[in-house]
């Protein structure tokens, strides 16, 4: 009798304890969910309790999944391999014995490198960093599931450090487009690329700064407003991706700074707008269309601003307004502050840079200024380089009938010259017919010297009716002069 009341007495327990738990669950309204966990403790595995938390944004304040951002960016990120060739000379005893040693010579590789790059659309096209393929005689591109593709370069730009390449193929996986100016502080962002030849690898962190310039390219025109990051990026990530918890580009990944070369904490990315305009150009014109204000200025802080005694303390301040520039038709004037540009708030000269880099020759911008305290705006026409507002079309072959490309490192190191450009193809024109040659190096046209494309470029536009007077190397090093006339 007792065994049969302690087993009743049981069985009503157990049932109690169920309806608890379940009344429990009906107050509560909630539905938790226990998962287990592996979590490493010692040299030991147990199992612990977690519940699970649903994915929210940062605006929600719930944990943030970054699992479907990685998947949609992974398969768009590429493996970028350069590849330099040189000439390898053996001496053969058989012909040295009879013919005096002649040396033997074959093309091998001479030096390779590695890096990262984006695939932007399902044809091919792809960004990475200039600097990774900069003097590559060949480039391959190996694609998340293994394919290798020999790339084309389609055009490159220095001052971005942007490079855009294009392989053959169709319905290629590509990362698409985010808004690099909605990006904020605190920000959670993945790198994708290859770092140290390891594969499709996608590190995390967060936007740690905006508009960075590290002062690292100080060219003409030069363009540096970098995203800062502490997501881990090493040598190979270069022309990685970048991405927002949505797996939307945001950036390029580009350098780091580091103490020992490898990843301290400090990462910085090309902004996605920023190489979203100058892969655009590339395809569209061949080079980087860059619109311009015509005034000098610089950045206005406190202590600037005490000197100069006015009440703004932050914008651009311009000191000078060029005359016949946009700035100027536009109604600008010494003395004003710029502190916004279609909208967006610049403060700094990173900012200003970044959104002025935004637009074309014949654009038109709506500045916000002030001007004696008082707000005011601006509608500006924006020009070229050359004081009109179209826009320029590489061009092959110009009217000097040369084609012409930066010294690599090895003909700097081997001329020993800090300037010039290589003729790489000559048609006939005024070079042809005062002797010039393919492989001669630009050096001084009359009284400007040519560091780049742009200045011979500029120098040709500047040309009239006159005598010219050309500076060159030849092949074999000597300083050679050409002169002609443009009137003949």
């Known amino acids: 009798m007792n065994v049969r009341k302690s087993i009743i007495t049981l069985v009503l327990g157990v049932a109690g304890g169920f309806g608890a738990f379940f009344v ?62 040189g000439r390898e000379y053996a001496n053969n005893p058989f012909l040295s014995y009879f013919f005096g040693g ?25 960004i990475t960093n200039n600097h990774v393929i900069k003097d590559a005689d060949k480039i391959v591109v190996v694609t998340n599931d293994k394919k290798e593709y020999e790339a084309q370069l389609a055009g490159q730009d220095p001052n971005t450090d942007i490079a855009l390449l294009k392989i053959e193929g169709t319905g290629l996986p590509y990362v ?26 996608v590190t995390a962190g967060i936007i740690s700064a905006k508009a960075r310039d590290l002062g690292m390219n100080r060219g003409q025109m030069s363009l540096e407003s970098f995203l800062q990051t502490d997501a881990a990026i090493n040598p190979g990530n270069s022309g990685g991706a970048l991405v927002n918890v949505k797996g939307e580009l945001v950036g390029i990944n580009t350098l780091i700074q580091s103490p020992t070369g490898a990843y301290s ?30 005034i000098r200025m610089g950045e206005l802080t406190p202590v600037l601003a005490e000197e100069l005694g006015i009440r703004e303390n932050a914008g651009i301040y311009v000191g000078e307004v060029m005359s016949g520039g ?3 038709k536009a109604g600008m004037k010494e003395g004003d502050v710029i502190q916004g540009i279609n909208g967006q708030e610049v403060k700094t000269t990173p900012e200003f840079y970044e959104q002025l880099g935004k637009f074309h020759p014949g654009s038109q911008i709506r500045l916000k200024i002030k001007r004696d305290g008082e707000e005011k705006f601006l509608d500006v026409v924006l020009q ?29 190191v081997r001329y020993r010259l800090n300037k010039g450009v290589k003729i790489t193809d000559i048609r006939n024109g005024k070079f042809k017919s005062a002797g010039l040659q393919k492989g001669y190096i630009l050096l001084k046209i009359n009284d400007t010297v040519i560091y780049d494309q742009d200045d011979l470029k500029r120098v040709v536009h500047s040309l009239e009716n006159e005598g010219v007077f050309v500076t060159a190397v030849s092949p074999r090093g000597r300083v050679e002069y050409f002169a002609f006339s443009m009137s003949d």
């Open 24 to 85: 429990a669950e009906t107050i509560s309204g909630k539905d938790t969910k226990i998962q287990p966990r592996h979590e490493l403790v010692g040299p030991g595995i147990k199992q612990v309790a977690y519940v699970q938390e649903v994915p929210g944004s940062p605006e929600e304040g719930g944990r943030i999944d970054l699992r479907m951002a990685a998947k949609k960016a992974v398969p768009g990120v590429v493996h970028v391999k350069t590849i330099q060739m």
């Open 102 to 126: 002649n040396m033997q010579g074959r093309e091998v590789p001479l030096t390779t490198g590695y890096g990262s790059g984006v695939i932007i659309s399902e044809d091919g096209y792809i």
């Open 176 to 201: 698409e487009y985010g808004n690099s100016d909605d990006v904020v502080l605190g920000e959670w962002v993945l790198a994708v690329g290859n770092p140290y030849n390891l594969t499709s690898t």
């Open 265 to 294: 904490g400090y990462a910085f990315a090309i902004p996605v707008n920023i190489a979203r305009k100058v892969v655009n150009d590339l395809k569209d014109y061949g080079k980087v269309q860059r619109g311009v204000l015509g």
């Open 326 to 328: 946009a700035a100027q």
């Open 384 to 412: 070229n380089s050359y004081g009109d507002t179209s826009v320029e079309k590489e061009e092959e072959f110009g009217v000097l009938g040369v084609k012409v490309v930066p010294l690599s490192k090895q003909e700097r």
